[in-house]
Each structure stands twice: as structure tokens, then as C-alpha cells.
């Protein structure tokens, strides 16, 4: 059973641009959550996503930055004109069904994304 | 809102010595869930251990334990025997057993292991 997918694993924009970012959660999982961690800094939670709805986004930035779980397809965090201050590492991390509180989330390998 | 604090920065311990990592946080729930998380330098994170509130006994998971006191909210780990591949990041997370699922992580104590 693979684990959460995430890509690209390294991905560099110049500021001004966008940048997407790609989370598959393991099978069978529909839970999705996005956390941000900035250098030498703990991960901070950004936003959780069930299909095709956005449960909460308490942790995003309220300009920029817009999340997505399709029906079909990955889950997509989406940092629209980026500025430097978005470099950090995004990860991804995915669980099982909600009335299952014992299982813990899974984490992918992370996104390192760089503003030059 | 929930915060979790780890007030060690950086520790430090002789290989196959023991060591532990504190972690205290604040909840006014009374059913949550802990973890440790461990990030080596390739970044991944790792589940180390976790911990059911309502569950008096300390989980243990092989050289891995933790001291859980729920009065106190602290909730620190202790790595047995420790070895070099040890070394890495330690994050310790809360989450709430009820509703939103998100974890909540401290700051990390970055582990090193001499050999």
C-alpha cells in the first residue's frame, strides 16, 4: 500500500509566480491536511480537506493561498504571486475515515519550495 | 486554543545512554490524543509513539516510552538505549478526539547522538 504521495519534491519559483503543489493520500484514506514549516520551526497546520469540501481552513493564509480535494485526483494547495516569505517545506499528510479516531495521519515526504 | 510547548531546543545524549524529551501543553478538553513525531534530516515525519488521554498506562513502543501526567499536562518521552540513528528532530503533537482532526506541534528538540 503506498503512502501519501506528494510532488514535486523540490520546487523553485521566482516571486510573482504560482506554485501548485500535489498531495495523493494513501489508499483509501479521505482526509487531507496541509501543514507549512518555515525553518527551523515546528509544522503549523494550514487547512483540512474532506472530498471535495474544505473543513477548515483556520491555518491559510487568507490571500494567495486556496486549497482543493476533487472528487477524482490529488489534492491541490495552490500559492498564487508568490513572495519570498512562502519558501518553507509543505507537507501533506492523510487518515482514514472520522469515526475512526485511532488512526493517526500519515505524512508524505514533503514539498521544499524555494522563491528566488 | 490548544498550544504545545517544548522548551528544549537541543539535547544531547551518549549512545546507548537514556534520555528525555519534556513536552507540557494546554487543552480544556478532557479526550484528546498525543504524539511524537521524529524528522530526521530527510525530512520525513515520523510517528514514534502516541498516547490516548483517557487511558491511564503510559504507552511504550520498544526502546520508546513516554511519561504521560494528565494533571500536569506534560506528556515527555523517554528514548532507551539510544542509538545513532536516533538523532533527528522531535515534535510533540496534540490533537482533539472529537471534531476537527488537525494536529497542533511544539517548536521540536533537535536530538544528537554521541557516539
Known amino acids: 500500500n503506498a503512502g501519501v504521495m506528494q510532488n514535486p519534491r523540490h520546487l523553485v519559483r521566482r516571486r510573482g509566480q504560482e506554485a501548485r503543489l500535489r498531495c495523493s493520500p494513501m489508499?483509501?484514506?479521505?482526509?487531507v491536511y496541509w501543514y507549512r514549516q518555515l525553518p527551523e520551526e515546528g509544522l503549523k497546520f494550514m487547512v483540512y480537506?474532506?472530498?471535495?469540501?474544505?473543513?477548515?481552513e483556520s491555518g491559510m493564509p487568507k490571500e494567495r493561498f486556496s486549497a482543493e480535494f476533487p472528487k477524482e485526483g490529488p489534492s491541490i494547495l495552490r500559492i498564487q504571486q508568490v513572495v519570498r516569505g512562502d519558501s518553507a517545506a509543505y507537507f501533506c499528510?492523510?487518515?482514514?475515515?472520522?469515526?475512526?479516531?485511532?488512526?493517526?495521519?500519515?505524512f508524505g515526504d514533503g514539498t521544499r519550495l524555494s522563491i528566488l | 486554543a490548544q498550544t504545545v510547548t517544548q522548551s528544549q531546543p537541543e539535547m544531547s545524549v551518549q549512545e546507548a545512554e537514556t534520555v528525555t524529551l519534556s513536552c507540557t501543553y494546554d487543552t480544556s478538553e478532557s479526550d484528546y490524543y498525543l504524539f511524537w513525531y521524529k524528522q530526521p534530516p530527510s525530512r520525513q515525519m515520523i510517528l514514534v509513539i502516541r498516547q490516548e488521554a483517557y487511558k491511564q498506562q503510559n504507552a511504550t513502543e520498544n526502546r520508546f516510552s513516554v511519561n504521560f501526567q494528565k494533571a500536569a499536562k506534560s506528556f515527555s518521552l523517554k528514548i532507551s538505549d539510544s542509538q545513532l540513528g536516533d538523532a533527528a528532530m522531535y515534535f510533540c503533537a496534540y490533537r482533539e478526539n472529537f471534531g476537527n482532526e488537525k494536529l497542533t506541534f511544539g517548536t521540536g528538540t533537535r536530538l544528537t547522538i554521541i557516539p
Open positions: 499528510a492523510s487518515s482514514i475515515d472520522r469515526g475512526r479516531f485511532d488512526q493517526p495521519q500519515h
Open positions: 480537506l474532506q472530498k471535495e469540501n474544505i473543513i477548515d
Open positions: 489508499k483509501g484514506h479521505s482526509h
